[in-house]
């Protein structure tokens, strides 16, 4: 009897229980509405890409929520997060490290064919988990007091290893991402033991132990210490544009740029770009993030601020940069740096590239 009269409170209260519940979602479900957001997890930071998110909010009522750190401490807190992780979107430079996230599991496909339509294949992730948002090369910067036209012209990066660069070749350390994900395209043209021969005379070729970065090597190659550096083509935009100062402006006037490997698969290109995060809680409007920083008004001023190429054909690249002409990019798929990743690390170390 007891039992029964329990049950029949129960069953009482249950419509009221249920009407307090859908209350709840109710009342969460407009507040989603009021407060549109995309959260960006990033470790690019460029004070233009502020500009951008602003204009994103501008266009579209979202707004954008930066959390900002190296690619390691954002890996750290994607883990400690889980599944709860207010992260929407991951946007970063290089392959190698939008592979790395992706290889963790931190991404999902982007279903975007709006995206997919601009994006070649060879700029994404292997399942599309990521795709480039902009390009970058990485050149050979030359002082043309030190290097002749002969030497130069339709150089390869594979000629790096001759003896004529002997004690004439500056670039950055190992453990650089863009230096790995250059060893990982040779890698996946060459074969690891070709890359390996390659790689064991190249170090052996350095002016320098590496030290420094990018720009460190252009104003080596200015300041004659060295012959030729190897180096990202935006270094030589912010240079020349006057916003690495007056030093770097002049260091910029006194070096040339060549593309390698011009007459075969074309020089080595490399990528800032984005993924959407696994947990994302703001799907949609990470997949509008993305396809926003694909837009023509994005694409130009990312190209605009940041001196890379753009990925929409549409936009031309900064005056500075197109400045230095068209040329052949290698086709090879950016997804290639991530996958031979390990491979290209471990060989780097066994030729004592420090
Ligand atoms: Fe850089």
Same mark, same amino acid.
């Given at each position: 009897?007891?039992?029964?009269?329990?049950?029949?409170?129960?069953?009482?209260?249950?419509?009221?229980?249920?009407?307090?519940? /859908? +209350?709840?979602?109710?009342?969460?479900?407009?507040?989603?509405?009021?407060?549109?957001?995309? +959260?960006?997890?990033?470790?690019?930071?460029?004070?233009?890409?502020?500009?951008?998110?602003?204009?994103?909010?501008?266009?579209?009522?979202?707004?954008?929520?930066? /959390?900002?750190?190296?690619?390691?401490?954002?890996?750290?807190?994607?883990?400690?997060?889980? @599944?709860?992780?207010?992260?929407?979107?991951?946007?970063?430079?290089?392959?190698?490290?939008?592979?790395? #996230?992706?290889?963790?599991?931190?991404?999902?496909?982007?279903?975007?064919?709006?995206?997919?339509?601009?994006?070649?294949?060879?700029?994404? $992730?292997?399942?599309?988990?990521?795709?480039?948002?902009?390009?970058?090369?990485?050149?050979?910067?030359?002082?043309?007091?030190? !290097?002749?036209?002969?030497?130069?012209?339709?150089?390869?990066?594979?000629?790096?290893?001759?003896?004529?660069?002997?004690?004439?070749?500056?670039?950055?350390?190992?453990?650089?991402?863009?230096?790995?994900?250059?060893?990982?395209?040779? @890698?996946?043209?060459?074969? @690891?033991?070709?890359?390996?021969?390659?790689?064991?005379?190249?170090?052996?070729?350095?002016?320098?132990?590496?030290?420094?970065?990018?720009?460190?090597?252009?104003?080596?190659?200015?300041?004659?210490?060295?012959?030729?550096?190897?180096?990202?083509?935006?270094?030589?935009?912010?240079?020349?544009?006057?916003?690495? $100062?007056?030093?770097?402006?002049?260091?910029?006037?006194?070096?040339?740029?060549?593309?390698?490997?011009?007459?075969?698969?074309?020089?080595?290109?490399?990528?800032?770009?984005?993924?959407?995060?696994?947990?994302?809680?703001?799907?949609?409007?990470?997949?509008? #993030?993305?396809?926003?920083?694909?837009?023509?008004?994005?694409?130009?001023? @990312?190209?605009?601020? =940041?001196?890379?190429?753009?990925?929409?054909? =549409?936009?031309?690249?900064?005056?500075? /940069?197109?400045?230095?002409?068209?040329?052949?990019?290698?086709?090879?798929?950016?997804?290639?740096?991530?996958?031979? +990743?390990?491979?290209?690390?471990?060989?780097?170390?066994? !030729? +004592?590239?420090?």
């Amino acid at each position: 009897m007891k039992i029964n009269k329990l049950l029949l409170l129960a069953l009482l209260l249950l419509p009221i229980a249920l009407m307090f519940l /859908i +209350n709840e979602s109710v009342s969460l479900e407009s507040k989603d509405i009021k407060d549109e957001v995309v +959260n960006v997890y990033t470790s690019r930071h460029y004070d233009a890409d502020e500009l951008l998110y602003d204009e994103f909010t501008k266009e579209t009522g979202i707004k954008v929520n930066i /959390i900002s750190g190296k690619g390691s401490a954002l890996i750290e807190r994607l883990k400690a997060e889980g @599944i709860n992780s207010p992260g929407d979107i991951l946007f970063t430079v290089d392959a190698g490290n939008l592979s790395n #996230f992706q290889k963790q599991g931190f991404l999902q496909p982007i279903q975007s064919e709006k995206i997919k339509k601009i994006v070649p294949k060879e700029l994404r $992730g292997e399942n599309d988990e990521w795709v480039a948002v902009a390009k970058r090369a990485r050149v050979i910067f030359f002082n043309p007091e030190l !290097v002749s036209e002969a030497e130069i012209k339709d150089i390869n990066y594979e000629d790096l290893k001759n003896d004529i660069w002997n004690d004439r070749i500056v670039i950055r350390s190992s453990s650089n991402m863009y230096n790995q994900s250059l060893v990982a395209s040779l @890698i996946s043209n060459l074969g @690891i033991d070709e890359t390996e021969k390659w790689a064991k005379k190249l170090v052996e070729n350095f002016s320098r132990k590496p030290q420094g970065n990018d720009r460190s090597q252009i104003m080596a190659v200015a300041n004659k210490e060295a012959s030729i550096a190897i180096a990202n083509t935006y270094y030589i935009g912010i240079m020349l544009s006057g916003k690495g $100062g007056e030093e770097q402006l002049e260091a910029a006037k006194k070096v040339k740029i060549a593309f390698p490997n011009q007459k075969n698969r074309g020089t080595h290109i490399n990528i800032s770009g984005g993924g959407i995060l696994k947990h994302a809680p703001n799907k949609e409007n990470a997949e509008k #993030f993305l396809e926003f920083l694909l837009s023509e008004k994005a694409q130009s001023h @990312i190209v605009n601020n =940041t001196f890379e190429y753009p990925v929409l054909g =549409t936009v031309k690249p900064h005056p500075i /940069i197109n400045n230095f002409g068209e040329f052949k990019m290698d086709k090879t798929s950016v997804a290639d740096f991530g996958k031979f +990743n390990p491979d290209a690390v471990k060989l780097m170390d066994r !030729v +004592n590239w420090q």
